[in-house]
């Protein structure tokens, strides 16, 4: 069973970043549920898991992702911050970092182990995809409303929807670590 003490040092240094106490322990608590819901026993067993079953993913894995979209995020934000010389849109920094940490809790409970050593979608991927599944957990623990924008339209399903200033970043991070793997794949990523 995964302790609170391991994902607190998993994700510590940005957990470091979230100012709010209480919004700092609802992100560690959502990553707890999702792991009981989706039965991951270690913190292996995370840094196990590919970032996504739809395509390779060339050995990125679904923690290394879920830093990188964070660390993305942050990076954009603070972007327009130093460059901006004032920002048409307010940037919560403490939505930002926790809406990146748990922007992809749902696949905690969306991708399973296969059986045969790989992963394959688990039937409640299949019912419900884990934008959806994880603004349910989170909704259900109690985080904000617009932390829960983040994780429910970070990816297609927030096409069109409106959406707080940090999902528009997450969104684009995540994106921009998703689309290149796409594109590799199917020879329409030109290399150096």
């Known amino acids: 069973m995964i302790e609170r003490t391991q994902i607190e040092e998993l994700f510590g240094e940005h957990l470091a970043r979230i100012q709010d106490e209480k919004l700092r322990e609802q992100v560690v608590d959502v990553w707890l549920a999702g792991c009981q819901e989706g039965r991951w026993e270690t913190i292996d067993d995370l840094k196990r898991i590919p970032f996504t079953v739809l ?13 990188a979209v964070t660390e993305g995020a942050i990076g ?13 849109c307010p940037i ?21 182990p296969d059986g045969q050593g790989g992963y394959r979608k688990s039937l409640s ?36 929807r409106p959406q ?11 994106f921009a ?6 594109m590799l794949n199917s020879g329409k990523l030109i290399e150096a």
């Open 92 to 112: 919560d920094m403490d939505r930002l970092v926790a809406g990146g940490l748990l922007h992809d809790v749902g696949k905690l409970m969306e991708i399973e």
């Open 164 to 174: 707080v200033m940090e999902t528009v970043l997450i969104h684009q991070a995540d």
């Open 177 to 182: 670590t998703f689309n290149p793997l796409v």
């Open 76 to 88: 954009l934000a603070e972007a327009q911050q130093k460059h901006y010389h004032a920002l048409p």
């Open 55 to 67: 395509t390779e993913t060339h050995g990125v894995s679904f923690i290394e992702h879920t830093l």
């Open 125 to 160: 991927g299949m019912c419900a995809r884990h934008p959806i599944s994880g603004a349910m957990l989170a909704g259900k623990l109690g985080l904000p409303e617009k932390v829960i924008n983040t994780i429910a339209c970070h990816a297609k399903e927030g096409d069109g």
